[in-house]
C-alpha cells in the first residue's frame, strides 16, 4: 500500500519570498507523484506530476518539484510567493489509475 | 475540454430526503471517482468506477449509492442522510492508461449541507 506524509500542517511566509513543502511518500512498487493545490469551497487544480524521466518537475504558477527516490520525498518549491498563492495544498501518490492517495495537507499563508 | 462539471454546487437537505450528486467529463476517461472532503482535511476516496463498472468501494454506508449511467455520467444517490455527511463530494475523472495523462481531473465539488 502507498501512503503519503506532509509534515507541516501550516507554513505562513512572507510575500517574495521563497518557500518549501514537503511531502514524504511510502510504497513497496514505483509510484507517480502529484501536487495539487486547493482554494477556498473549490476543487482541487494540478500544479504539477511526476511520472518518470527528469527529477525536477515544473509545474504551473512557477512551482516546481523535485523527486528523490533515495529520500522518498516530493518536495514542492516556488521561489517567490505571492499573496494569490495562499491556499491548501495536497500532495498525492499513485501506483495505479484506480488510487490516488491524499497527503493531509499543508496551509500555504502568504504574509504581506 | 480537461473539464469536470458537477451539479448542484450547494445542497441542503433533510435527514429524511433523496437527493442526487452529478458528475459530467468528456475528456474520454474511463475511471471515474467520488471523493468526501471534510473541512481542513484531505479527500476521502469513496468510490471507483472502472469502465462504468464498480471496482472500488471504500466501505461507505448505503445510504450514499453511486451510479454510472455512461462513460461521462457519474451519480451520487443521497438517501437518510446524517448531519456528519455534510462534506465536500468531488467527483474525478482520470484516463484508464497508466501511462498517458496520468493525473486526477477534479470537478468543483458540491457543498453538502445535512439539516
Known amino acids: 500500500a502507498q501512503s503519503v506524509t506532509q509534515l507541516d500542517s501550516q507554513v505562513p511566509v512572507f510575500e517574495e519570498a521563497p518557500v518549501e513543502l514537503r511531502c514524504n511518500y511510502s510504497?513497496?512498487?514505483?509510484?507517480?507523484l502529484f501536487w495539487y493545490v486547493q482554494y477556498p469551497n473549490q476543487g482541487l487544480q494540478l500544479l504539477l506530476k511526476y511520472l518518470s524521466g527528469s527529477t525536477l518537475v515544473k509545474g504551473i504558477n512557477g512551482f516546481e518539484a523535485e523527486f528523490n527516490k533515495s529520500q522518498t520525498s516530493f518536495h514542492l518549491r516556488k521561489p517567490s510567493v505571492h499573496i494569490s498563492d495562499t491556499a491548501e495544498y495536497f500532495c498525492?501518490?499513485?501506483?495505479?489509475?484506480?488510487?490516488?492517495?491524499f497527503g493531509t495537507g499543508t496551509k500555504l499563508q502568504v504574509i504581506p | 475540454d480537461t473539464e469536470v462539471t458537477q451539479t448542484p454546487k450547494h445542497l441542503v437537505m433533510g435527514m429524511t430526503n433523496k437527493k442526487s450528486l452529478k458528475c459530467e467529463q468528456h475528456?474520454?476517461?474511463?475511471?471515474m471517482y467520488w471523493y468526501k472532503q471534510k473541512a481542513k482535511k484531505p479527500p476521502e476516496l469513496m468510490f471507483v468506477?472502472?469502465?462504468?463498472?464498480?471496482?472500488i468501494n471504500e466501505s461507505v454506508p448505503s445510504r450514499f449509492s453511486p451510479e454510472c449511467p455512461n462513460s461521462s455520467l457519474l451519480n451520487l444517490h443521497l438517501h437518510a442522510l446524517q448531519p456528519e455527511d455534510s462534506a465536500l463530494y468531488l467527483c474525478?475523472?482520470?484516463?484508464?492508461?497508466?501511462?498517458?495523462?496520468?493525473?486526477?481531473?477534479f470537478g468543483q465539488g458540491t457543498r453538502l449541507t445535512v439539516v
Open positions: 475528456m474520454g476517461h474511463r475511471a
Open positions: 468506477y472502472s469502465y462504468e463498472k464498480l471496482s
Open positions: 498525492a501518490v499513485s501506483v495505479s489509475y484506480q488510487k490516488v492517495t
Open positions: 474525478a475523472s482520470r484516463s484508464e492508461y497508466v501511462h498517458r495523462n496520468t493525473e486526477a481531473f
Open positions: 510504497s513497496s512498487v514505483s509510484v507517480y
